[in-house]
C-alpha cells in the first residue's frame, strides 16, 4: 500500500501493488490498482487501506458524510490466466498463495472474487455504500457473475442503466463488443448519468475505455460539500 498528496497537500490517493516480491520485481510490475481524492472530498477520508494479502488486488478509500453516511469507494483488479509469463499477474498470486498457503490448485481468478465479495458483504453489512470499480477480464453481463455481485448486495451501474445489449467493448483489442469493465454500486446509489468514454480519454495510451457516472452526492454523503474555490492572487502594479 502506498498514499500521499499531491504539491498542495490536499489530494489524497491510495496505491495498491504487489508488496511480496519487491526484492524481484523490476521498475515495470504488472498488475496493481489505485484511487484519487481530489481536494473537496479529501477532508472526508475516514479511512484507507488494500487488501489483507498484499498483492494489490484492490485498495478502497472510506469517507464520512452527515449523520454518519459513508461510502467505501474500491478500486479493484482481477487478472487474466496467464501462466506463461513469470511476471504475470496471475503467476504472483498463484506463488503467493502456494508459499503462503501451501495452496497448488488456487485460481488467482476465483480467488480475488470470493475475497472482494466477501469484504463488500460485510461492509454493507455495516451500512456502507459501496462503489466498486474493476476489470475483470471477463464480460461483465455474465449471469453467473452478475448473481455473485448481486448476492454481496450490489449491481452493475452501467448496464442497468443502459441497455445491456450493445454495449461497446471497454478493451480496445476486443473485436465482440463485450465490456469486461464495470463499476458495482449500492442499489440505493442514485446514478443520474454514466456511460463509457472514447479510448485514450484523458489517458494517453490507454487501451481500456474510462467509466463514468454522474451521482447526486447528497445521496451517498447526505449533502452536497460547498465546493471549495482559491483565491488568485492580485498582481501590484506601481
Same mark, same amino acid.
Given at each position: %500500500? !502506498?498514499?500521499?498528496?499531491?504539491? @498542495?497537500? /490536499?489530494?489524497?490517493?491510495?496505491?495498491?501493488?504487489?508488496?511480496? %516480491?519487491?526484492?524481484?520485481?523490476?521498475?515495470?510490475?504488472?498488475?496493481?490498482?489505485?484511487?484519487?481524492?481530489?481536494? %473537496?472530498?479529501?477532508?472526508?477520508?475516514?479511512?484507507?487501506?488494500? =487488501?489483507?494479502?498484499?498483492?494489490?488486488?484492490?485498495?478502497?478509500?472510506?469517507?464520512?458524510?452527515?449523520? @454518519?453516511? /459513508?461510502?467505501?469507494?474500491?478500486?479493484?483488479?482481477?487478472?487474466?490466466?496467464? /501462466?506463461?509469463?513469470?511476471?504475470?499477474?496471475?503467476?504472483?498470486?498463484?506463488?503467493?498463495?502456494? /508459499?503462503?498457503?501451501?495452496?497448488?490448485?488456487?485460481?488467482?481468478?476465483?480467488?480475488?472474487?470470493? *475475497? &472482494?465479495?466477501?469484504?463488500?458483504?460485510?461492509?454493507?453489512?455495516?451500512? %456502507?455504500?459501496?462503489?466498486?470499480?474493476?476489470?475483470?477480464?471477463?464480460?461483465?453481463? =455474465?449471469?453467473?457473475?452478475?448473481?455473485?455481485?448481486?448476492?454481496?448486495? &450490489?449491481?452493475?451501474?452501467?448496464?442497468?442503466?443502459?441497455?445491456? *445489449?450493445?454495449?461497446?467493448?471497454?478493451?480496445? !483489442?476486443?473485436?465482440?463488443?463485450?465490456?469486461? @469493465?464495470?463499476?458495482?454500486?449500492?442499489?440505493?446509489?442514485?446514478?443520474? &448519468?454514466?456511460?463509457?468514454?472514447?479510448? @485514450?480519454?484523458?489517458?494517453?495510451?490507454? *487501451?481500456?475505455?474510462?467509466?463514468?457516472? *454522474?451521482?447526486?452526492?447528497?445521496?451517498? &454523503?447526505?449533502?452536497?460539500?460547498?465546493?471549495?474555490?482559491?483565491?488568485?492572487?492580485?498582481?501590484?502594479?506601481?
Amino acid at each position: %500500500e !502506498r498514499r500521499n498528496a499531491n504539491v @498542495d497537500g /490536499k489530494t489524497f490517493y491510495v496505491l495498491g501493488f504487489n508488496r511480496r %516480491e519487491l526484492e524481484n520485481s523490476t521498475w515495470h510490475q504488472v498488475g496493481g490498482c489505485g484511487i484519487t481524492v481530489v481536494e %473537496e472530498y479529501a477532508s472526508m477520508k475516514v479511512g484507507h487501506g488494500t =487488501d489483507s494479502t498484499g498483492l494489490g488486488r484492490y485498495c478502497w478509500v472510506l469517507l464520512q458524510g452527515r449523520q @454518519d453516511t /459513508k461510502v467505501r469507494l474500491v478500486s479493484a483488479y482481477r487478472p487474466v490466466e496467464n /501462466k506463461r509469463d513469470a511476471g504475470s499477474v496471475w503467476n504472483q498470486h498463484v506463488r503467493y498463495f502456494r /508459499k503462503e498457503y501451501g495452496l497448488y490448485d488456487v485460481n488467482p481468478r476465483e480467488q480475488v472474487i470470493d *475475497d &472482494l465479495l466477501e469484504a463488500v458483504a460485510g461492509w454493507v453489512a455495516e451500512s %456502507e455504500t459501496v462503489i466498486v470499480g474493476m476489470d475483470v477480464n471477463q464480460n461483465i453481463r =455474465d449471469p453467473n457473475l452478475r448473481a455473485r455481485f448481486h448476492q454481496a448486495g &450490489l449491481v452493475e451501474a452501467i448496464s442497468r442503466h443502459h441497455s445491456p *445489449d450493445t454495449p461497446p467493448a471497454t478493451y480496445n !483489442r476486443n473485436q465482440s463488443n463485450i465490456p469486461i @469493465d464495470g463499476m458495482w454500486i449500492s442499489p440505493q446509489v442514485q446514478v443520474m &448519468l454514466c456511460g463509457y468514454g472514447a479510448f @485514450d480519454a484523458g489517458n494517453d495510451g490507454a *487501451d481500456h475505455r474510462v467509466l463514468w457516472m *454522474d451521482i447526486p452526492l447528497h445521496s451517498i &454523503l447526505g449533502y452536497s460539500p460547498q465546493r471549495l474555490y482559491q483565491r488568485v492572487p492580485r498582481r501590484l502594479h506601481s
